[in-house]
């Protein structure tokens, strides 16, 4: 590619970062821009990974030092995710067409609903702002975690409206806490999906390293501003970025 297209890459990849930690679909910004840039669906596919795995190593490290960190929990909730995660990147194909936007488009309607619905009053709040979960939850959660492997190994596209539901909902975790586990999860996962892809597609690295250094930059400002502001401000992006899209994806397929 030329200078200025590995320019424009980057300076979407800021965007699609600070949407990918914020609150999600930031691969809906850059899987699309390689495709208008002549990249073939499953190569970018595969090279959004290079950035995924970027800004998520980024985010969950800036999450570690501002002291947001759970690493048995998350790591327990990424092994489930691996496997979904292989076999997602294993079928590899690219959803096409007005039925994948609008199956997009409801996932996304449903998250909004699931968000704004009032918390139940039998979760009881612990230590550092966390949820005590019930054994049953965190089973639940964990088996969720193999479903949202395997979307994000499949096509990555809106994962975080996924998995958001899962730790907000299902586990209790407050909105900080939700993406603090989230980046880790979703690093862990993408490992083995890039790995997946690059045996099987070609790897645009230098293309995926353009991205990287956007989407880390995006990461690393999402995640510092919503420590700083809190839950308001990723309610607010959250909200914003699913109205747009749902817009998008059933009056503008």
């Known amino acids: 590619m030329e200078p200025l297209q590995l320019v424009l890459l980057t300076a979407v990849g800021v965007a699609a970062g600070f949407m990918n930690v914020m609150a999600g679909g930031g691969s809906l910004l850059t899987v699309p821009i390689m495709l208008f840039l002549g990249v073939p669906g499953p190569v970018a596919n595969g090279t959004n990974r290079i950035a995924i795995l970027a800004q ?4 969950a490290a800036t999450f570690f030092r501002r002291g947001y960190a759970e690493f048995r929990l998350s790591l327990s909730l990424a092994a489930c995710a691996l496997p979904g995660a292989v076999a997602g990147a294993l079928l590899g194909a690219q959803l096409e067409g007005v039925w994948f936007n609008r199956t997009v488009a ?3 309607i449903g998250v909004m609903v ?3 619905w009032p918390q139940r009053q ?8 966390s949820v005590a979960q019930s054994r049953g939850r965190l089973i639940l959660g964990h088996t969720l975690m193999v479903a949202v ?8 596209l809106g994962v975080g409206f996924i998995i958001m539901p899962v730790l907000h909902r299902v586990l209790g975790f407050d909105l900080i806490r939700t993406n603090a586990h989230k980046v880790f999860i ?22 995926g390293l353009a991205l990287a250094l956007g989407n880390s930059a995006g990461a690393w400002l999402a995640t510092t501003m919503q420590i ?3 839950e308001g401000l990723i309610k607010m992006v959250l909200y914003t ?8 994806l059933l009056i503008f397929p």
């Open 56 to 59: 998520n190593i980024t985010a």
């Open 186 to 207: 979703v690093a862990v996962y993408t490992v083995a999906a890039l790995l997946v892809f690059a045996s099987r597609v070609e790897i645009l690295w230098v293309v």
């Open 149 to 156: 492997g395997f979307w994000g190994g499949f096509i990555q």
């Open 122 to 129: 039998d979760l009881r709040r612990a230590g550092g702002g």
């Open 241 to 248: 970025v699913l109205t747009v899209f749902v817009i998008k």
């Open 106 to 108: 409801l996932i996304m």
């Open 228 to 230: 700083k502001r809190g």
């Open 114 to 116: 699931s968000m704004a």
